[in-house]
């Protein structure tokens, strides 16, 4: 039996039970939650936002820096819980011989690389209280590019999945739990999504990874009727005073993360 042969009544009862292991050794689960492809104010990207505000939980919202971000600084503005955060300079695939998609050939020069990343950082931090937080297209990071952010004002990279070890300073702050499946977009499924909070709860209390923050990523304009649906139920219990966990924002992450031994 897998966790998707369970009910999700029985999957948020192991939640709650491995929340309640974390209490018995004094220690509070951190999340964080990450929107990307953000570009201009649209219906879907109101509405996340409005979701935010209503449960009081922090949002990093990945932008794309590419076009004039003046409309979309505006719509968040006078939303403290929001931040921006870089997500690539474009959005543009230039990889694909490669195998894989990435903004990036890997072959580029460092230099022009930290380049663009740096224009497209001045257009974001211009106009947003954008947080230093790169999270890359496709969740896709060459040696190149990594090595191109030492050359910027960058202090975290936010990918998909385990955070890998850094020697170059550079923080990791990422994303675990995805709502949706690709190819095509829908969501993922309650019993899926729920299982995966549960075995990155588990996994980091085995480990002692007390503090490394667990990462909830969405994508506003492909949320579907189901996935929006469960966005709300799961916010609304994980953001209940009992339930146990603390959400937390991209800045702050980044000064507990570069604090971490």
């Known amino acids: 039996m897998t966790l998707n042969d369970l009910t999700t009544p029985v999957i948020w009862a192991m939640i709650r039970g491995e929340i309640g292991a974390w209490k018995r050794a004094g220690r509070s689960p951190r999340f964080w939650w990450r929107d990307d492809d953000a570009r201009r104010p649209t219906e879907a990207l109101d509405r996340l936002l409005k979701l935010s505000e209503a449960h009081a939980v922090p949002l990093a919202l990945a932008v794309i820096p590419d076009v004039d971000l003046s409309d979309l600084a505006t719509m968040i503005a006078d939303r403290p819980l929001i931040r921006a955060i870089q997500h690539g300079c474009d959005h543009v695939d230039r990889n694909r011989a490669g195998g894989f998609s990435a903004e ?66 550079l923080v990791s702050i990422n994303a675990h739990v995805d709502v949706m499946k690709w190819r095509p977009a829908r969501f993922r499924g309650e019993a899926a999504v729920l299982g995966r909070v549960w075995r990155q709860l588990r996994a980091r209390r085995k480990d002692g990874r007390w503090d490394e923050p667990i990462g909830l990523l969405t994508h506003h304009k492909n949320l579907d009727p189901a996935a929006w649906k469960f966005l709300e139920i799961f916010l609304e219990r994980a953001t209940a005073p009992n339930f146990g966990i603390r959400w937390r924002g991209a800045a702050e992450l980044i000064d507990a993360r570069e604090a971490a031994p």
Not at 119 to 138: C, G, K, N
Not at 146 to 164: D, K, M, N, Q, V
């Open 104 to 169: 990036f050939n890997p072959a580029s020069p460092v230099a022009e690389v930290a380049s663009a990343v740096n224009t497209a950082w001045e257009r974001l931090s211009a106009v947003t209280r954008a947080a230093p937080i790169y999270a890359p297209p496709w969740n896709v990071m060459t040696p190149n590019v990594r090595r191109a952010l030492l050359e910027t004002p960058i202090r975290a990279i936010s990918l998909y999945g385990a955070a890998g070890a850094a020697a170059d300073g």
